[in-house]
């Protein structure tokens, strides 16, 4: 299984970006995806995750009402609509995916596979 996220860039306090992460391999088709981020000297944290069924998903306090995760099961592919982006949202954004499918984990020993991590940086 390889992810790859892209879309991550430099923008301004207010405004959005759009993460997306492109999964391939034997992924099966009840995978979870989470998204997480880091900052230089802190733990890694979760920011949002979607299911396989249902639109299942689950939010950080911290982002909730500003981002949205969706995901395209025919592209494979996971979403991370950010609005409203604040300075503190500067992160690298790295997507994970979890092959069992159970539940939205918030917990990062709970995903399998990760991708390479995108930069986000909001200006104030």
């Known amino acids: 299984v390889q992810l790859q996220a892209s879309g991550g860039g430099l923008v301004q306090a207010g405004g959005s970006l759009r993460l997306s992460c492109a999964a391939s391999g034997r992924t099966g088709s009840s995978y979870v995806m989470g998204w997480f981020r880091q900052v230089p000297g802190k733990e890694r944290e979760f920011v949002a995750g979607?299911?396989?069924?249902?639109?299942?998903?689950n939010y950080a306090d911290s982002v909730k009402g500003r981002f949205t995760v969706s995901r395209d099961n025919a592209k494979n592919t996971v979403y991370l609509q950010m609005n409203s982006l604040k300075p503190e949202d500067t992160a690298v954004y790295y997507c994970?995916?979890?092959?069992?499918?159970?539940?939205?984990?918030?917990?990062?020993?709970?995903?399998?596979?990760w991708g390479q991590g995108t930069q986000v940086t909001v200006s104030s």
């Open positions: 979607i299911g396989s069924h249902f639109g299942v998903t």
């Open positions: 994970a995916l979890d092959l069992s499918g159970r539940y939205v984990s918030r917990g990062r020993n709970a995903y399998e596979y």
